[in-house]
């Protein structure tokens, strides 16, 4: 009965001593070879990206009082999106989201007419600089 308990012991031992070497093998370097231009390439893309006008939904026109309600009304419905507030007199206005896709500014329409019946998409004209 002590030869096979010895033995066991030996054999666990054996076999615990493998299993760490293994996890040790597991130990590497990366090593991330890129092109320098990348990086001018990402800071281009982030400008572009700046300067782009993308989709908006509008889902209020009218007076001040109105803006405070409906903002507060989308923020509790609608966490996921930016709201802004534009003022082109006599009215503000509220803008939702920044749309990179017709298509995606469609799906979120869909979702906010439920709640905010004239909601529509446009496309924001760019500002003359």
């Known amino acids: 009965m002590i030869k096979t308990v010895s033995k066991l012991f030996v054999l666990t031992l054996v076999f615990s001593l493998f299993c760490v070497s293994e996890i040790e093998a597991q130990d590497g370097i990366v090593v991330v070879n890129q092109d320098k231009n990348i990086g ?15 989709y908006k939904i509008q889902i ?15 923020r ?3 966490s996921d999106w930016t709201t802004s507030v534009k003022f082109e007199t ?5 803008w ?15 979702k906010i ?3 905010f ?8 004209k760019k500002d003359k600089k």
């Open 90 to 94: 006599p009215n503000y206005k509220i």
């Open 40 to 54: 001018a390439l990402l800071r281009l893309k982030k400008q572009v990206n700046r300067t782009e006008v993308n």
């Open 96 to 110: 939702v989201g920044n749309f990179k896709t017709k298509l995606e500014a469609d799906r979120a329409l869909l």
């Open 117 to 124: 019946n004239n909601a529509f998409r446009f496309k924001p």
């Open 113 to 115: 007419k439920k709640k």
């Open 76 to 78: 509790t419905s609608f």
């Open 60 to 74: 209020y026109n009218g007076n001040y009082a109105g803006v405070e309600k409906a903002r507060t009304e989308f």
